[in-house]
Structures are given as structure tokens and as C-alpha cells.
């Protein structure tokens, strides 16, 4: 097997050896970074970045990725950090408390994986997405930040990565897309995705053609803001400090309910706490979808938070329901977007 060579930041990547992709999807969520590539790899991590000095010792992990940048976008030159768990550990920022436009060279770069020893990739599109497509100096932040040749070390390794589009999507439209494939629409009429995310959470009409008209699409409380409710249980206000939202997240997120390490559960008003969450996020539907409930076909949730939206399903009668891969359903649509 050949070898990748190692070309100059300043040449065009050349070499039978080079990883080739049509396409790239990298979602990078405000909760989960999630990315979809050609060699079929789905991988997710922690949204969480920490910036790093030349002194920190930080090692890699299955859930943790660093970076040090090298040559490319000078913008990056000497930059180092880490994403993922040991980001978190090491009190880094939650994207939802930053510009996701300008965090994205940092959450997408080290998503993209190496297979063996090709190091090299060469990227014709890469996809990405936001909450809203239509706010363009946002996406020109992120297209301007990933398009170009990156030579950067992931987990210690050397890579090339040319860029050569970047494709800045509206949330929802991978997982519609995801929804058709599997057939997840029953009826040929407008239906909708729900996208449950961490900072907000989207709800986007589509038509039996897949249009998405502008007074379809209505933004709802995410798990952001049902964390929020959280923080207020009189357990958690009896502590010597403000409640850490991401905390209360990830105890949401793995079921348990407790505070960190300090044994506080707010389990016993979770059920209040999510019901008023959702309760706010039907009537927020109810009234931005006034026009369309009448035809409106079917509701497909995805997003991180959407298994806990089971009363929505039930108080709807199953006309909205849980995607089963909620989570990736809009990365895996990303990545056929044409």
C-alpha cells in the first residue's frame, strides 16, 4: 500500500494516495458535535471547546480530540485546543454560550478522521448548518474559516485537509431529508420536523414538494432552557453557587437527575419541570402553525432532546413522533445533500 506524501501547505494536495470525498457533513451542535463521512463513520463528542496553552498536557480519549494548528487559515496559526470530554473536564466553554459561526473551524477540523495511514483528504463539499441559513455573514464566517488547505495535528497526528466548498444548510433540511429515505411521512401534504437541539429548538413546515415556506418555520425553547426551569429546583438554589446549566444537561441527558458530584437530585420535579418545557413548546407551535395545523400531515422530532419529548407524541394523538435516530438523523441527511 502506498503511502500518503506530504505536501506543502502552499501546493494543491496531489497524490494517488489522498483520501477523495464528495462529501462531508459536520454538524456541530450546541450540545453534540456530530459528523457523517464517505467511509460510512458516524462520531459524535461533547460541544464543548478548551483552549489550550503550550504548557497544558492534555491526552486524547475516545470521547476527547486535540488540535494544534499549523499552516492554512492564518487566523488559526498556533492555535491549540481540545474538544470533547477532556475540554469539559478542563472547565472549556459549551458552544451554546459562544457564536457557534465562530467556533466552527474548531468544532468541524477535528471531526475529520484519518483512515490508517492516509492523513491527506481532500474534501469537495463540505455541509454544515445553522439555525438560520439566511443570516449569510454568519455562514460566510464559517465558509470563509473551513474553505482552503489545513495542515494541523489531530491527536498527535499530521493532517492535510483541502476544503474545497463549504455548504451552509438551514437545520432541519438534513433530517427532512433522512425522514424521506426511510419513509417516515405517511402522507403526501405538508408535514414538519421538530429539531430539538441544546440552545433553541426549530420547527420547520415542509410541502408535499419540499419547500419550506418562511411563515413555516417558528423557533422553540431547547434544552437550554429546560435546564433553566431545572436550576430553580430549592435543592439546587440551597447551594453556595449558581447551578452549571451543562451539569444539569448532562444529568438530564444520562437519566440520572443529579447534580455533578454533589449528590443533589432534582428527579423528584423533573416530570413538572418537562412538562411545563414541552407544554411551552406545543403552544409555540400551535400559534406559529395556525395556518397549516388544518392539512398538516405528520411531525418527525429529532435532536438530542428528542426522546424526551414523549408527551408531545401522546397529547398530539402519535400525529408528532420520535425519530429512532434522532440524534443523527440530521447529519446523515446532511451528508446526501446535492
Known amino acids: 500500500m502506498n503511502r500518503a506524501i506530504e505536501v506543502p501547505i502552499s501546493r494543491q494536495v496531489v497524490a494517488t494516495s489522498v483520501l477523495r470525498w464528495t462529501t462531508f457533513a459536520c454538524d456541530a451542535g450546541n450540545r453534540t458535535i456530530k459528523s457523517f463521512d464517505e467511509m460510512n463513520r458516524l462520531y459524535h463528542t461533547s460541544s464543548i471547546v478548551k483552549f489550550l496553552s503550550e504548557f497544558d498536557e492534555v491526552h486524547p480519549d475516545r470521547q476527547s480530540i486535540i ?9 488559526l496559526l498556533n492555535k491549540r485546543w481540545v474538544v470533547g470530554k477532556a475540554a469539559q473536564d478542563l472547565a472549556g466553554e459549551p458552544t451554546f454560550e459562544r457564536e ?41 464566517v464559517i465558509q470563509k474559516s473551513l474553505t482552503g488547505i489545513h495542515q494541523y495535528h489531530r491527536n498527535h497526528e499530521l493532517m492535510t485537509v483541502q476544503v474545497k466548498a463549504v455548504v451552509v444548510e438551514p437545520e432541519t433540511l438534513g433530517a427532512y431529508r433522512y425522514c424521506m429515505s426511510q419513509q417516515l411521512f405517511q402522507y403526501a401534504r405538508p408535514n414538519g420536523i421538530l429539531d430539538l437541539g441544546g440552545k433553541t429548538g426549530i420547527g420547520q413546515i415542509y410541502t408535499a414538494n419540499g419547500s419550506t415556506p418562511a411563515d413555516g418555520r417558528v423557533i422553540v425553547p431547547g434544552s437550554f432552557d429546560l435546564a433553566l426551569r431545572c436550576s430553580k429546583h430549592p435543592d439546587l438554589q440551597k447551594l453556595d453557587f449558581s447551578p452549571n446549566l451543562t451539569l444539569i444537561m448532562d444529568a438530564i441527558a444520562d437519566g440520572s437527575y443529579v447534580y455533578g458530584t454533589t449528590g443533589v437530585s432534582f428527579a423528584n420535579r423533573f416530570p413538572e419541570y418537562r412538562d411545563s418545557w414541552i407544554a411551552d413548546i406545543r403552544n409555540k407551535l400551535k400559534i406559529g402553525w395556525a395556518k397549516w395545523l388544518s392539512d398538516l400531515g405528520e ?27 434522532s440524534q443523527f438523523a440530521n447529519v446523515i441527511g446532511m451528508r446526501t445533500s446535492k
Open 100 to 140: 457557534k459561526a465562530e467556533l466552527s473551524p474548531y468544532l468541524v477540523l477535528p471531526m475529520i478522521q484519518p483512515v490508517e495511514e492516509q492523513r491527506q483528504i481532500v474534501i469537495e463539499r463540505l455541509v454544515c448548518c445553522l439555525p438560520n441559513h439566511r443570516q449569510q455573514e454568519k455562514a460566510e
Open 67 to 75: 488540535c494544534d494548528y499549523l499552516d492554512g487559515n492564518p487566523d
Open 299 to 325: 411531525v418527525v422530532i429529532v435532536g438530542g432532546s428528542a426522546p424526551l419529548a414523549q408527551l408531545l407524541v401522546e397529547a398530539t394523538k402519535k400525529r408528532f413522533k420520535v425519530c429512532d435516530r
